[in-house]
T-cell receptor, first 112, second 113 residues
Framework: DGGITQSPKYLFRKEGQNVTLSCEQN?????MYWYRQDPGQGLRLIYY???????QKGDIAEGYSVSREKKESFPLTVTSAQKNPTAFYLC???????????FGPGTRLTVT | AQSVTQLGSHVSVSEGALVLLRCNYS??????LFWYVQYPNQGLQLLLK??????LVKGINGFEAEFKKSETSFHLTKPSAHMSDAAEYFC???????????FGTGTRLLVSP
C-alpha cells in the first residue's frame, strides 16, 4: 500500500539536544512538506521541497533544518535553537500537478 | 496574503442533526479549496476538494461543500451527524501555480448522543 510513514510516533528529548524526525513516502510524489501543529493554531509550514536536493523555508523555519537527498525521504531536524520545540509534527507529500497534500500519521515531540 | 478563516473553534451537534462548519477565504484569484479531517493523534485525511469544476463538491463519509465566490465561502455540511464524525476539521486554500496550502485554525466537532 502506498503512503507516508513517520517515525517514531512519540519522541522525548532533553532540552539542548538536536533530534531528527523521519518521513518516508512511496507515493512517487515530487513535493514534500513539514508542518508543525499546536493547539488552536492549525498547521504552520516549516519547510517544503518540490524536487530532490532543493527545499525552501516555510513560515516558521527558524530552529529547523531539512535535507532532500532522495525523492522518498525528507527528514526534519529540530535543533537546540528552536525555542519551543514541543509540538505535533506532520509530514505531507503531493504531486506537482495536483494541489492536495497527503499526510503521514505525525510524530509527537516532547522536549523537557 | 492568502488566509482562511474558520468560524467557531468548537461546534456541538446532536447525533442525527445537520453539521455545518464554516470556512471563508481571502483571494483575488481563483482558489483551490480543501477540507481535511483529523482524528486525535493522527494525520490529516482529505475529505473533499474544489478545483474550479462543479461548485458543489461531494466528499467521503457523506460530507459535501459548496463554493460560493460571491461570499468567498466554502462551508462543509453533512445532513445527519454520526458519533464517528467527532474530530477536528481543517479548511485549506491554495492558488494556481502555487502549491503551498494555507490552513485555517480548525474546528472541533463534538457529537452528542
Amino acid at each position: 500500500d502506498g503512503g507516508i510513514t513517520q517515525s517514531p510516533k512519540y519522541l522525548f528529548r532533553k532540552e539542548g539536544q538536536n533530534v531528527t524526525l523521519s518521513c518516508e513516502q512511496n507515493l512517487n510524489h515530487d513535493a514534500m512538506y513539514w508542518y508543525r501543529q499546536d493547539p488552536g493554531q492549525g498547521l504552520r509550514l516549516i519547510y517544503y521541497s518540490q524536487i530532490v536536493n532543493d527545499f525552501q523555508k516555510g513560515d516558521i523555519a527558524e530552529g529547523y533544518s531539512v535535507s532532500r537527498e532522495k525523492k522518498e525521504s525528507f527528514p526534519l531536524t529540530v535543533t537546540s535553537a528552536q525555542k519551543n520545540p514541543t509540538a505535533f509534527y506532520l509530514c505531507a507529500s503531493s504531486t506537482t500537478e495536483a494541489y492536495e497534500q497527503y499526510f503521514g500519521p505525525g510524530t509527537r515531540l516532547t522536549v523537557t | 496574503a492568502q488566509s482562511v478563516t474558520q468560524l467557531g473553534s468548537h461546534v456541538s451537534v446532536s447525533e442525527g442533526a445537520l453539521v455545518l462548519l464554516r470556512c471563508n477565504y481571502s483571494s483575488s484569484v481563483p482558489p483551490y479549496l480543501f477540507w481535511y479531517v483529523q482524528y486525535p493523534n493522527q494525520g490529516l485525511q482529505l475529505l473533499l476538494k474544489y478545483t474550479s469544476a462543479a461548485t458543489l463538491v461531494k466528499g467521503i463519509n457523506g460530507f459535501e461543500a459548496e463554493f460560493k465566490k460571491s461570499e468567498t465561502s466554502f462551508h462543509l455540511t453533512k445532513p445527519s451527524a454520526h458519533m464517528s464524525d467527532a474530530a477536528e476539521y481543517f479548511c485549506a486554500v491554495s492558488y494556481t501555480g502555487f502549491q503551498k496550502l494555507v490552513f485555517g485554525t480548525g474546528t472541533r466537532l463534538l457529537v452528542s448522543p
